[in-house]
């Protein structure tokens, strides 16, 4: 992640939530839909709000979240025994309406038919399951005045895209490229007319996650004026994209925010 201060929740708890309902809205990616009266506590911020997602392990006979808001949470969370502590995951908020909370899982399941824990999940999410949530705030944040917004993802940086575009003022101007494992995972969302989406599909094609969208990154013609860029998905992607702006193309550092949510090969603890 680069240097930057992500815009702090407005009052956050660690909330209990529980699935109220759950749908395969495309190919890769399964929508659950949570609820429950800890989601009054929540205060919806728009753009790419985040949070920490707790999952019961398998034979947990209830969930045991941490108590604390703070960085302490984490010192809390490993201070419970392993057999008891939650699977923790980051996810982006796709849609808040009254008493609903919509989360997009990009569900992996490999040759042998296994997956992660949050695509199991997803996968398997039965109403009345409960999990915790965390507020995060948001990390889209700019910081000074700017023309022209351009957005860089691959899959899992999808809602976050979804999310700032339907937060944008209408007036808006920019460039949203978001690579997708399929072109049927592209989504309908309010996109400003200023902004042009581009979908890059994979399509099966073998390579790193990110790197088609990389490319054509390369090959656009940006607008002239000053830009703020925001750089979201798998890590070679965000720290690529960085690079290309700030080396070829003289973006100054403090316009490119940048975050890797995750690394091609590697599996989340």
């Not at 709000?49 to 707790?54: E, K």
């Not at 960085?71 to 809390?76: E, R």
């Not at 796709?94 to 997803?122: E, K, N, Q």
């Amino acid at each position: 992640m680069s240097n930057f201060k992500i815009r702090k929740p407005v009052d956050p708890h660690v909330l209990m939530l529980e699935v109220i309902g759950s749908a395969r809205v495309s190919p890769n990616v399964v929508r659950v839909t949570f609820g429950g009266a800890g989601l009054d506590r929540f205060t919806p911020l728009g753009y790419d709000q985040w949070f920490r997602l707790f999952l019961a392990r398998p034979g947990q006979d209830s969930l045991k979240l941490p108590t604390r808001t703070s960085g302490l949470w984490y010192a809390q969370y490993l201070a419970t025994a392993k057999p008891k502590r939650p699977f923790v995951r980051n996810y982006t908020v796709r849609a808040h309406r009254p008493g609903a909370l919509d989360v997009d899982f990009v569900v992996h399941v490999d040759a042998d038919g296994h997956s992660g824990p949050a695509s199991s999940f997803a996968l398997n999410a039965k109403p009345g399951e409960q999990v915790g949530l965390l507020d995060q705030g948001c990390g889209y944040n700019p910081r000074s005045e700017h023309d022209w917004t351009l957005m860089v993802a691959d899959e899992t940086g999808l809602p976050a895209v979804a999310g700032i575009c339907e937060s944008l003022p209408d007036d808006a101007r920019g460039i949203a490229i978001v690579e997708l494992p399929s072109i049927e995972d592209k989504q309908d969302f309010r996109v400003p007319a200023g902004v042009r989406l581009v979908w890059v599909p994979r399509d099966g094609a073998d390579g790193v996650p990110g790197q088609r969208a990389l490319a054509v990154l390369r090959e656009t013609e940006l607008p002239g004026g000053t830009v703020y860029a925001y750089l979201v998905g798998e890590s070679s992607l965000a720290t690529g994209a960085r690079r290309h702006l700030v080396g070829e193309r003289q973006v100054p550092k403090q316009s490119v925010d940048f975050i890797g949510y995750w690394r091609h090969g590697h599996a989340a603890g």
